[in-house]
């Protein structure tokens, strides 16, 4: 059975730093593109960034580009994202998802439970 | 960016009726392999997304055939041919022929009347 589970998520302040980890589980991670996606209270999900299987592409929204930082270890099957600077409005449930977009799929197909991130002073 | 829009935002059906969320595409969202990757996504409550349909119209496994996807091009809906008090959550779209980024739609939210 697929699984994933993040951890990491705390309060932190506005400027403040954070690192997401995502433990997978039941597959090979180094057999996917993997994803990190967001839900903000109140509003929809949306796609923070991925990373191709083998670390050599990654992708970003433009709002957090120079501010996060996605990377795998693929020995260890875990994910994980840096965030750095984080604001107000990086205040979301971060969830972490199997990737299927470099093939014939082009989807989301595994979900983890997320981890919360709220940034406030 | 590919922006997909969804109506309507907030869905009151019947216990039994049938409910049909839209979803359409600022741009085509045939691939050049001649596929469409419009997916949706159901979020129960307290709980994280789950794949209901991907490629427009295939249900995952354990997805109850009362729910179906249908359309083309930038017109998709996602049916439900009797709501049960299970199906009460978030639905969404999202496509996958275009990224990076990834695009999902705001999100409709189904409630039992």
């Known amino acids: 059975e697929v699984q994933l589970v993040e951890s990491g998520g705390d309060l932190v302040q506005p400027g403040g730093s954070l690192r997401l980890s995502c433990a997978a589980s039941?597959?090979?991670?180094?057999?996917?593109?993997m994803s990190w996606v967001r839900h903000a209270p109140g509003k929809g999900l949306e796609w923070v960034a991925n990373i191709k299987q083998d670390g050599s592409e990654k992708n970003y929204m433009d709002s957090v580009k120079g501010r996060f930082t996605i990377s795998r270890d693929n020995t260890k099957n875990s994910l994980y994202l840096q965030m750095n600077n984080l604001r107000a409005d990086d205040t979301a449930v971060y969830f972490c998802v199997r990737d299927r977009g470099g093939g014939s799929y082009r989807t989301f197909d595994s979900w983890g439970q997320g981890t919360p991130v709220t940034v406030s002073s | 960016d590919v922006v997909l829009t969804q109506s309507p935002l907030s869905l009151p059906v019947t216990l039994g009726q049938a409910a049909s969320i839209s979803c359409r595409s600022s741009?085509?969202?045939?691939?050049?392999?001649?596929?469409?990757?419009l997916n949706w996504f159901q979020q129960r409550p307290g709980q994280s997304p789950r794949r209901l349909i991907y490629k427009v119209s295939n249900r995952d496994s354990g997805v109850p055939d009362r729910f179906s996807g249908s359309g083309s091009g930038t017109d998709f809906t996602l049916k439900i041919s009797r709501v049960e008090a299970e199906d009460v959550g978030v639905y969404y779209c999202?496509?996958?022929?275009?990224?990076?980024?990834?695009?999902f739609g705001q999100g409709t939210k189904l409630e039992i009347k």
């Open positions: 999202m496509q996958g022929t275009h990224w990076p980024p990834y695009t």
């Open positions: 039941g597959f090979s991670l180094s057999s996917y593109w």
């Open positions: 741009q085509s969202l045939v691939f050049i392999d001649g596929n469409a990757y």
